[in-house]
């Protein structure tokens, strides 16, 4: 069974940084594909960015390019968003994803395509 843990919100000020983890265990990743997303108070849960775990692959929302960075640590079974020049409109829960994915497909953009989600952890970017 694979569980996705995430760990690493809290409350920051505009322009500051912070690091999300998603420690994952129960299978074997290397055909899997990660991603991050968030969901704001009423609002629909957002795709923000992805990896592919074997080729080190990456997509990113729009809205973070440049300011956010997702990376996988093979030998921690941990994938990372580092996310620097923080804005009050990042605020929402982030939650990590997992889905396996052929190499030949795109990398997955919308909630519906993965099949597995850690619990959120809620980030605050005050102004």
């Known amino acids: 069974q694979v569980q996705l843990v995430v760990s690493g919100g809290g409350l920051v000020q505009a322009g500051g940084s912070l690091r999300l983890s998603c420690a994952a265990s129960?299978?074997?990743?290397?055909?899997?594909?990660m991603g991050w997303f968030r969901q704001a108070p009423g609002k629909e849960r957002d795709f923000v960015a992805a990896i592919r775990w074997s080729a080190g692959s990456t997509a990113y929302a729009d809205s973070v390019k440049g300011r956010f960075t997702i990376s996988i640590d093979n030998a921690k079974n941990t994938v990372y968003l580092q996310m620097n020049s923080l804005k009050p409109e990042d605020t929402a829960v982030y939650y990590c994803a997992a889905t396996p994915r052929p190499v030949s497909f795109l990398l997955p953009m919308t909630k519906k395509e993965y099949n597995y989600w850690g619990q959120g952890t809620q980030v605050t970017v005050s102004s």
């Open positions: 129960g299978r074997t990743f290397s055909s899997y594909v």
